[in-house]
């Protein structure tokens, strides 16, 4: 059997775990409270969409968001892994967009009901070369934005996360076991806004990568 290389984790068909609301500028924008415990839902690995293919809107969406995040790649699994060693099971990040029916979200949040719908549909992450952790020394240091064609949308720093990379990954491990090659999207700063059929999509993390993708209709 050939071994599996981490620096293609999303082909691995392993979690991705997202976490809502985790920047209190972001949680403003869209008037909701600022949490006091992580809010997380998941999206399964068919989410996934890398440079070269389209981000697809759904056919029942009429407001696709881009949310631009950090994704934090798991690289050694564990449960109940204490915040003083979370960061040994990081093996390196990604950049990635949680890309959001938020149409759809709405009339889930409305109605009390799971945001699946919204949230886990095939393209709905878009995701980077992946980073070697040796490459940002300081994840909860860096700067992440996003343009649609051209223009400046989204441009925030990870130092403002309320629940920090350890934290989260102490949380999550508690009740849902990390694996290899699991990834957890780490919340959007403010400045999400809808997309268009057509659009092209840009975003990176400081200088240490940049991607881009076009968005059509599924
Ligand atoms: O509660 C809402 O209206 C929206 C929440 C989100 O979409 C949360 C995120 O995915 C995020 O903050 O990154
Ligand atoms: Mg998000």
């Given at each position: 059997m050939?071994?599996?290389?981490?620096?293609q984790?999303?082909?691995?068909?392993r979690k991705?775990i997202?976490?809502?609301?985790n920047?209190?500028?972001?949680a403003?924008e869209l008037?909701?409270?600022?949490?006091?415990?992580?809010i997380?839902f998941?999206k399964?690995?068919?989410?996934?969409?890398?440079?070269g293919?389209?981000?697809?809107?759904?056919?029942?969406?009429n407001?696709?968001?881009h949310?631009?995040?950090l994704?934090v790649v798991?690289g050694?699994?564990?449960?109940a892994i204490?915040?003083?060693?979370?960061?040994?099971?990081?093996?390196?990040?990604?950049?990635?967009?949680?890309?959001t029916?938020?149409d759809?979200q709405?009339?889930?949040?409305?109605?009390g009901l799971?945001w699946?719908?919204?949230?886990?549909?095939?393209?709905?992450?878009?995701?980077?070369?992946?980073?070697?952790?040796?490459?940002?020394?300081?994840?909860g240091?860096?700067?992440l934005?996003l343009?649609?064609?051209?223009?400046?949308?989204?441009?925030g720093?990870?130092?403002?996360?309320?629940?920090?990379?350890?934290y989260?990954?102490s949380?999550?491990?508690?009740?849902?076991?990390?694996?290899?090659?699991?990834?957890?999207?780490?919340?959007?700063?403010?400045?999400?806004?809808?997309?268009?059929?057509?659009d092209q999509?840009?975003?990176?993390i400081q200088?240490?990568?940049?991607?881009?993708f076009?968005?059509d209709?599924?």
């Amino acid at each position: 059997m050939t071994a599996r290389n981490i620096s293609q984790f999303w082909e691995w068909g392993r979690k991705i775990i997202c976490v809502g609301r985790n920047y209190a500028d972001h949680a403003k924008e869209l008037k909701n409270a600022i949490p006091t415990e992580p809010i997380l839902f998941l999206k399964p690995p068919s989410a996934y969409v890398r440079e070269g293919s389209s981000i697809l809107v759904p056919r029942y969406s009429n407001n696709l968001h881009h949310e631009v995040e950090l994704g934090v790649v798991i690289g050694k699994g564990g449960t109940a892994i204490p915040e003083s060693a979370a960061m040994e099971h990081v093996a390196g990040y990604a950049l990635c967009l949680d890309m959001t029916a938020r149409d759809v979200q709405d009339v889930c949040k409305s109605k009390g009901l799971p945001w699946t719908r919204a949230k886990a549909f095939n393209t709905s992450c878009p995701v980077s070369e992946f980073i070697p952790k040796e490459r940002i020394p300081d994840p909860g240091n860096v700067t992440l934005w996003l343009k649609v064609n051209d223009q400046l949308r989204q441009n925030g720093c990870t130092s403002q996360m309320i629940f920090s990379i350890p934290y989260l990954i102490s949380y999550i491990s508690e009740f849902i076991t990390l694996e290899e090659g699991d990834l957890i999207l780490t919340g959007t700063p403010k400045g999400v806004s809808a997309v268009q059929v057509h659009d092209q999509l840009q975003a990176g993390i400081q200088d240490v990568v940049t991607m881009s993708f076009r968005v059509d209709r599924q």
